[in-house]
């Protein structure tokens, strides 16, 4: 099919300025490794690893195959009493990466799932010890936790909210990381883990009693790569274990080696009770999430149901779809036989270095970063993420596909770069960041 401006009216597209694209634009047909491939065959470096999910590259053929195979195998099987192995294998393989005693893993098919997943699950938790006043959940300003209404309740972006009604009642947020003090720090700002007390005034405002839950992720990704100050994750740890508030790691982006360990949870040495898991988990060939909870959050759901009756009322008729488990576990065999963990680990001061060197360029207003992740606020004009769009177009004319949130890119590019890529990453941003 030939796309033109009529062909294309029927598509509409998610978190797309439709208009506005369909006026110009920017289609891509191939994958291979760390390029994107426009029909014309022009290459196009993929600096944000897709949506931060392509971590061993483009159109793995291991994975092509796995999933090809199982198609042809089981294509489908409903997963309500009733399993098939490679998700039972998957689980497994999960939980022998996730911090010790996170180890019960539920499959869902996006990272919006997870998150509205790990509520239900959360609230259950209570419920389930007798403590089912516990419904109120704390998230943070500037938060992503995807866009179904659970996660939009959560969410700290207004644009994200505001057309879509008064979402969950009992959300209360803390203040997000950022702080102008800590401006072009790599790695974890000196200062701001006192901002981790935010969730203590929420217990003194509420009573620890009616508070379920508080979200946060690690790293907040999707608004620009806000890394934790030391120390913060770690006093909102002891807040919640001294008021039995479950700690969730939304681990969507952090997950699977972006932080140059497997979860940003062994990263920064904080354990919470439950994790969302969602795109590089398949490097993004099939859809799939999942939650990994803690044995005590389990148990807690799990015994306090009679014999022979279903513990949880929750689950998809997608759930450990069987082709998305199959490119799991290929995704995972690559993870470990390249060692990408550790290559993104053994890359990333390169790649922030590169990154960094940027400061120079007017238009940047800041930069943070930490492994395979950073992110590089524009300054405003014209009104809110007008720059954004704008450079986004460029870097795509001049052979670069980056994230844009707002105004700020998100720069994440697959665990298999080279320095040789992250060089022709910097010199694209160089090039168009000072035009
Ligand atoms: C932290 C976080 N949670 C949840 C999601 C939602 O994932 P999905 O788009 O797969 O629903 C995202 C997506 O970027 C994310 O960054």
Not at 328 to 336: C, E, K, N, P
Request: a negative charge.
């Amino acid at each position: 099919m030939r796309l033109d401006h009529q062909s294309m009216e029927n598509l509409w597209m998610p978190f797309t300025s439709n208009r506005d694209f369909k006026a110009d634009p920017r289609i891509v047909a191939r994958g291979d490794g760390v390029y994107l491939y426009t029909p014309e065959g022009r290459p196009i470096i993929d600096a944000s690893s897709g949506l931060f999910c392509c971590a061993a590259g483009h159109s793995r053929p291991e994975i092509a195959d796995a999933v090809h195979r199982q198609l042809a195998t089981l294509a489908y099987t409903a997963p309500f009493q009733l399993g098939h192995e490679l998700s039972f294998e998957l689980a497994h393989r999960i939980a022998e990466l996730t911090p010790e005693g996170m180890n019960r893993v539920f499959f869902v098919n996006s990272g919006s799932e997870a998150v509205d997943t790990a509520i239900k699950v959360a609230l259950a938790y209570h419920y389930a010890r007798g403590e089912g006043q516990r419904q109120r959940l704390v998230s943070r300003e500037r938060a992503y936790h995807g866009v179904n209404l659970g996660g939009t309740s959560l969410s700290g972006m207004v644009k994200n909210r505001q057309a879509f009604g008064l979402g969950l009642a009992g959300i209360a947020h803390i203040r997000h990381t950022w702080l102008p003090e800590n401006r072009y720090q790599r790695n974890q700002p000196a200062d701001g883990a006192e901002l981790a007390d935010d969730l203590e005034k929420i217990v003194h405002n509420y009573g620890a009693d009616s508070i379920a839950a508080c979200f946060v992720e690690p790293i907040a990704g999707s608004t620009g790569c806000l890394v934790p100050p030391v120390g913060y994750l770690e006093r909102l740890r002891e807040i919640c274990d001294q008021h039995g508030i479950l700690l969730v790691f939304d681990e969507v982006i952090c997950g699977f080696g972006r932080t140059g360990e497997p979860f940003a949870s062994q990263t920064f040495g904080v354990t919470p009770d439950i994790m969302t898991l969602a795109k590089a988990l398949t490097n993004a060939a099939q859809p799939m999430g999942a939650i990994v909870v803690g044995q005590h959050v389990y148990d807690s759901i799990v015994n306090a149901a009679p014999d022979r009756v279903i513990e949880l009322f929750h689950g998809y008729t997608y759930s450990g779809h069987p082709a998305a488990c199959a490119a799991g576990l290929a995704t995972l065999d690559i993870y470990r036989d390249e060692k990408l963990f550790e290559r993104g680990r053994s890359l990333s001061d390169y790649f922030q270095e590169s990154i960094f060197a940027l400061k120079e360029f007017d238009i940047v207003t800041d930069i943070r970063g930490y492994g395979m992740i950073t992110g590089i606020d524009l300054a405003p004009s014209g009104g809110p993420g007008n720059v954004g769009i704008t450079v986004q177009k460029k870097l795509f004319h001049a052979g670069l596909h980056v994230k844009a949130t707002g105004d700020a890119l998100i720069v994440a590019p697959p665990l298999i770069s080279t320095e040789a890529n992250i060089d022709e990453i910097s010199e694209k941003l160089r090039k168009v960041l000072q035009s």
